[in-house]
């Protein structure tokens, strides 16, 4: 699992690429952990290149949403796949993120 945090066009960009199960978890919680501290723009979750998402990966992103929506900030989700489409749906998470 690889996480990248950039800045794009006065937002926050996370990019993950590869699984996002279990094992990689821990890791990939660490590494969106900046985006705890954005104020004032907007959080994109890139997941063009991510494969897999399991519920540890959805409640690394419910706690960023969290915390962003305590600040007045805002979560996007960019590019899911089919595969992790239907994992939001069926946990109901396709009804409380914003999809770009």
């Known amino acids: ?4 945090i950039q800045e794009q066009d006065g937002s926050v960009v ?3 690429e590869g699984n996002l199960d279990t ?3 821990a890791e990939t919680e660490k590494a969106m952990s900046p ?5 004032g723009k907007d959080i994109i979750i890139d997941c063009t290149d991510l494969a897999y998402i ?3 990966g959805l409640r690394i992103f419910l706690g960023i949403l969290q915390n962003a929506q305590a600040k007045g900030g805002h ?3 960019k590019g899911i796949n089919d595969n992790v489409r ?3 749906t069926i946990t ?9």
């Open 92 to 100: 109901g998470f396709s009804n409380i993120f914003e999809f770009k």
């Open 14 to 16: 996370a990019i993950l």
């Open 75 to 77: 979560v996007y989700i």
């Open 23 to 25: 094992a990689a978890a």
């Open 35 to 39: 985006l705890n501290d954005v104020e």
């Open 1 to 4: 699992m690889k996480t990248t």
């Open 54 to 56: 399991s519920s540890a």
């Open 86 to 88: 239907a994992v939001f």
